[in-house]
């Protein structure tokens, strides 16, 4: 058992931590997860220290849920027209052979997302700490792109299908990043973009690879940057009570799509180069200006 002393040491360590990496006074939001963080790690991450973090967190979700209603509510229909498509989309693609929609693995994936997204709705806030009250048409184009997940193994055997599925993912990528960029960033979309980048692109590459369309070396190097990237990550957060000091460069994610597509529309040799110099592509470092957000 780690001491209240002990935890609230942690807790302000973590604090500094963070705010060594911003160039601007942390929001109420981040000074909370940096702290909860630093507690957690003080604890030495024991079963108790875990337990005390994870009820922490979800009793903060509850009370962003009571303090803007409003944005719950847009959650919650979010969620229901997720379903619903979803099922309307098995409904509609029954009778077609090449398409193999599953109605209950899509709907336990959309659950999953639209939990996480309930947990994290008091990240709706930009730079300045100002709490969004709606969520913004770019988390909308995110939270679409998760919905594209369980597709992709559902059209591996359409000759066409899994490639016009990536070239889409592809758009909705560049998309939500130009809404962000005129509604406002926030802590929120900047996280869902991330987490959906990863979940997207790692559903794509698997459907493809068991389609026989995706070379070993590419799918390779795709693994290895996805493995590489979730270490980096998990690292700085709970190793350093801190969000990582690196971003992926947009053209960098442009060529690890256009690559997959190509793949997947069989013109493996391409595609494979493609694909490859996308993943070599090194991230950018934000350490000594984050974004706004």
Not at 149 to 158: C, E, M, Q, Y
Not at 218 to 244: D, E, H, K, Q, Y
Request: proline share 6%; net charge positive; with cysteine.
């Amino acid at each position: 058992m780690t001491s209240t002393t002990d935890r609230a040491a942690g807790a302000g360590r973590g604090l500094r931590a963070a705010q060594a990496y911003s160039p601007r006074p942390l929001t109420d939001g981040e000074r909370w997860t940096a702290q909860a963080l630093g507690a957690l790690r003080a604890g030495r991450y024991a079963p108790d220290a875990w337990a005390r973090f994870v009820r922490d967190s979800l009793q903060r979700a509850d009370s962003a849920r009571r303090e803007r209603p409003r944005l719950a509510r847009q959650g919650r229909r979010w969620g229901l027209t997720g379903a619903v498509g979803w099922l309307a989309a098995c409904r509609l693609t029954r009778s077609r052979p090449q398409l193999n929609l599953r109605p209950l693995g899509g709907l336990m994936w959309w659950l999953a997302v639209w939990q996480m997204l309930d947990w994290h709705l008091g990240m709706a806030e930009g730079g300045d700490g100002r709490p969004r009250s709606r969520l913004s048409p770019a988390d909308a184009v995110t939270l679409g792109r998760f919905w594209l997940v369980p597709l992709a193994p559902a059209v591996t055997r359409s000759e066409r299908g899994l490639a016009l599925l990536i070239i889409v993912g592809g758009l909705t990528d560049a998309l939500d990043g130009q809404l962000a960029r005129r509604c406002g960033r926030t802590r929120l979309g900047r996280d869902l973009d991330t987490t959906a980048d990863l979940a997207f692109l790692t559903a794509a590459g698997l459907a493809a690879r068991r389609a026989g369309r995706l070379p070993a070396p590419a799918a390779c190097a795709l693994g290895a940057r996805f493995v590489l990237g979730i270490v980096l990550s998990l690292t700085a957060a709970f190793g350093r009570s801190r969000r990582p000091a690196i971003r992926a460069r947009p053209a960098g994610a442009a060529l690890r799509i256009c690559g997959l597509a190509l793949c997947a529309a069989e013109r493996p040799r391409a595609g494979s180069t493609i694909m490859i110099a996308g993943c070599l592509t090194p991230p950018r470092s934000t350490a000594p200006h984050y974004s706004r957000a």
